[in-house]
């Protein structure tokens, strides 16, 4: 089955810095990637769509300066987090679709985003 | 009041037993996903449902969508199925792309 890999799975930065977080689909191409937030114990919050080869659609409330989404191709979607903050540190998920109708969606395992 | 909302919020069965979760929305959709997240973080993809009744292995989930309801059964629940079980909806945006409101999710623990 389509698979997408998210990397790193868990991230450890200082405030200040930037971090980048890759979401691959490996075998298939994915025209739509999707970037989420979640908190403990809480539902999945969408951050932003990203479709491949224009820019990102935020959701409101997102900070598109600080959340740096980038889909240069059809199968890497990146999530950049600028100037990192400790309320940055989060649980951020990835999930894509295939270029078909009713796609389903496939999910990233996550990366565990902790900022000291 | 959630768009979609998920029921029970947390959940304790025995091994052996028949489960069932319920989710409700409140918003068109043109199709509900039933996914599963572990311990972990990843989440998998069970089922996405349009219209009646899908059966994986153990899982069975159904969608009516005059009522705006979906459930998911566990047949013969194993401790393996413990996991937080989320329902989204996706509809169609105003600009005609996909857009997906997720549920708050269902904290399964089967106990052996």
């Known amino acids: 089955g389509a698979v997408v890999s998210q990397h790193p799975s868990r991230v450890i930065c200082k405030s200040g810095t930037s971090v980048k977080i890759e979401c691959r689909s490996l075998?298939?191409?994915?025209?739509?990637m999707f970037w989420y937030r979640q908190f403990p114990k809480q539902s999945l919050m969408l951050m932003a769509t990203?479709?491949?080869?224009?820019?990102?659609?935020?959701e409101q409330g997102v900070e598109k300066d600080k959340f740096l989404i980038n889909h240069a191709s059809l199968t890497l979607s990146t999530l950049t987090v600028t100037s990192a903050h400790p309320e940055d540190s989060s649980f951020y998920i990835c999930?894509?679709?295939?270029?078909?109708?009713?796609?389903?969606?496939?999910f990233g395992n996550g990366t565990r985003l902790t900022v000291t | 009041k959630n768009e979609v909302e998920q029921s029970p919020q947390n959940l304790t069965a025995q091994e052996g037993e028949f489960i069932t979760i319920n989710c409700s929305y409140s918003?068109?959709?043109?199709?509900l996903h039933w996914l599963q997240q572990h311990p972990g973080g990843g989440i998998v993809s069970l089922f996405m449902l349009s219209s009646g009744k899908k059966k994986h292995g153990r899982l069975i989930a159904t969608i009516n969508i005059q009522e705006k309801h979906s459930s998911l059964h566990i047949t013969a629940s194993h401790p393996r199925d413990s996991a937080v079980y989320i329902c989204a909806v996706r509809l169609r945006s105003t600009s005609g792309t996909y857009k997906y409101i997720f549920g708050t999710g269902t904290r399964l623990k089967v106990l052996a």
């Open positions: 999930s894509a679709r295939l270029r078909v109708n009713n796609s389903p969606l496939h």
């Open positions: 918003v068109g959709i043109s199709a």
């Open positions: 075998d298939f191409q994915a025209t739509t």
């Open positions: 990203s479709n491949e080869g224009s820019k990102a659609t935020y």
